[in-house]
């Protein structure tokens, strides 16, 4: 016999989104529940992800001139259940209304929950046009309808509190914290169906945009064709189109999902390879992908790991034990293998990521995330570890690519969107050029290059000539803009009086190779504090001020160390705005702007 905790997977796990309303009428095909609610010429959608996220397609359409309009419809996916028709909205509640009802279960019955968790539920059980007990499932004594009572006996085995409380102190230490599983219990009990992942999973979904005359609108046939796009792609649920964004649209590529399209990015022939693999070699690198971590930390063949190895490729649950068992074990080398700065939480997340269950999106997607899963957890940087993949896989090279065929037709509703949301993006992005750059965005191309930008942005915005002028100087004098900058960074930061300081600042004036303690940043930070840098720890703290709105704040020696470093990128132009943004973060803007035009005549 069902309980309330059959269904508690489904509510851990938003089976049914976070807000729904999940409904069962008995006596209808799926495609007459979408025609009496206003429907027409559903689109078929395998599996609930993706029948749950058809909602977004059918709440704008674009016309000709490419205006964009609300539809002003409900969504509903519905499936047939044993004798029912299942009924699933989204963030919806359109089943709750009285004239819905009355539709739905003239001449048969309705058995409907909804939830929202900003406003209070509700369970309905409705015959003929009728409804007979509706209730709050959090609060079962405040039942109505025709006939109140009708249902509770079964309220009574499923654990309902049907009796009320004698005041609100009492309620509220019996708040049932369980009340939507026993609702979805309660409808399995009524329905007599019973429904799981993979019946979600599997199932087919007659979807549609539904509303009083709905169908009649002229431009419901285009809301149609985007939702019958949407059922056609292959992204992986849950993923943004960043295929579309490439300009891909072989289906095969596309379900490499969005790990898949760093890889396509980083290495194209590689990716397009494991595209067309079989089966068995996509099985094949997927265990290979696993064990690398392990091989490479030596714990590939220790006894400890078989039973773990074991259970991750039945798809099994691994224990918690034998999960800390790993983090344990995995630690040494995450240690001696990642950056400096991962604390013992981030080596055990990363470590974790190996054996902990994760949600299938499909054989090549699930590929694609073990290599980032194995880069994370000490398996290697993506281009040694495909080095290694393509020796130890030699067969990759034979995988047998199809010439690309014509690309499907877009349907000129979903055109008309696609290109007002690019009208949209590329506004929005003018304008966000536009206030990054001070009103006006620069013409040099150097400027623009992402890692320069992340730099000159700030000084755009403080002194725009400025700017123009530090690009268009000669390597060589930025070079020396960039040792000045230092030198007004360590100056304000009280370190340029010591020795070794001074030694790291004028070698960078004279163009000579750097002291050993300014090798790199930790050397210096270790010379800075006068211990062995073999001791430093890493950790992360921040110090804010009283004032809610204030930054947290980084010690200035701190901040001149690294522009030290800074100075002395391969890029002159990096070099110079890495260390002045520093000095404009230690200083008035307007002191060091005014003291670097006079050093260089900049005025």
Not at 90 to 115: H, I, K, W
Not at 257 to 275: K, P, Y
Not at 352 to 374: E, I, Q
Not at 526 to 544: D, H, N, Y
Request: hydrophobic share 45%; net charge negative; aromatic share 8%.
């Amino acid at each position: 016999m069902v309980v309330a905790a059959d269904y508690a997977w489904a509510i851990e796990t938003y089976a049914l989104d976070l807000n729904f309303c999940l409904t069962f009428v008995r006596g209808l095909e799926p495609d007459e529940v979408i025609e009496r609610l206003g429907g027409a010429d559903p689109v078929p959608v395998r599996g609930s992800g993706r029948a749950l996220s058809g909602a977004g397609p059918i709440r704008t359409w674009v016309d000709e001139r490419g205006a964009e309009h609300p539809t002003e419809l409900d969504y509903v996916a519905v499936t047939r259940a044993g004798d029912w028709a299942m009924i699933i909205e989204p963030n919806g509640f359109l089943c709750t209304g009285d004239e819905v009802v009355r539709v739905l279960s003239a001449g048969g019955e309705m058995v409907s929950l909804y939830f929202n968790e900003n406003t209070t539920p509700q369970f309905s059980f409705a015959l003929d046009g009728r409804r007979i007990v509706v209730f709050d499932p959090g609060h079962p004594p405040g039942r109505y309808g025709d006939d109140p009572g009708r249902l509770d006996g079964l309220l009574a085995e499923l654990g309902f509190v049907t009796a009320a409380a004698p005041d609100d102190e009492l309620w509220a230490e019996e708040y049932d914290e369980e009340y939507l599983e026993r609702a979805l219990a309660l409808m399995e009990r009524i329905t007599g169906v019973r429904w799981d992942a993979d019946f979600l999973a599997n199932a087919t979904f007659s979807c549609a945009g539904v509303g009083p005359d709905a169908a009649a609108r002229p431009w419901y046939d285009e809301v149609r064709e985007e939702l019958a796009a949407h059922a056609d792609d292959t992204v992986p649920e849950g993923d943004f189109d960043r295929w579309g964004e490439r300009d891909v649209s072989d289906p095969r590529i596309r379900a490499l999902g969005s790990a898949g399209v760093r890889l396509f990015r980083e290495d194209r022939e590689l990716a397009t390879a494991i595209a067309y693999a079989p089966a068995e070699l996509i099985e094949r690198m997927a265990r290979w992908a696993w064990e690398r971590p392990f091989r490479m930390a030596g714990l590939s063949g220790e006894a400890w790991l078989a039973p773990i190895r074991d259970r991750v490729r039945r798809g099994e649950l691994v224990p918690p034990e034998e999960v800390r068992l790993v983090e344990d074990r995995m630690d040494a080398h995450l240690r001696s293998v990642l950056p400096p700065w991962f604390d013992e939480d981030q080596r055990r997340n990363n470590a974790r990521a190996l054996v902990v269950g994760w949600d299938s999106h499909g054989p090549v997607a699930d590929l694609c995330w073990a290599f980032a899963r194995a880069e994370g957890a000490g398996g290697g940087a993506w281009p040694a570890l495909f080095a290694d993949l393509r020796r130890d896989f030699p067969d990759l090279a034979g995988v047998v690519i199809p010439p690309p065929g014509e690309p499907p037709v877009e349907r000129a509703a979903v055109r008309r969107k696609r290109e007002r949301r690019e009208r949209e993006w590329a506004e929005y992005d003018r304008q966000e050029a536009e206030r990054r750059w001070g009103g006006r965005v620069p013409a040099d191309e150097r400027l623009l290059d992402p890692e320069v930008r992340m730099y000159a942005a700030d000084l755009a915005r403080a002194d725009r000539e400025v700017l123009d002028r530090i690009a268009a100087a000669d390597p060589r004098t930025q070079r020396a803009m960039a040792a000045w900058a230092v030198r007004a960074c360590c100056t304000r930061a009280g370190l340029i009086g010591a020795d070794w300081v001074e030694a790291g600042v004028s070698a960078l004036e004279r163009g000579d190779p750097p002291p050993p303690w300014f090798a790199d940043f930790e050397a210096a930070f270790a010379r800075w504090q006068g211990v062995p840098k073999e001791s430093l720890i890493r950790t992360a703290s921040f110090q804010t001020d009283a004032d809610p709105g204030a930054p947290p704040r980084i010690e200035p020696a701190v901040l001149a160390l690294g522009a030290v470093l800074g100075a002395r990128h391969d890029n002159p132009l990096v070099a110079v705005l890495d260390p002045l943004r520093t000095a404009l973060m230690l200083d008035d803007p307007a002191t060091v702007l005014a003291g670097l035009r006079v050093a260089f005549r900049l005025a």
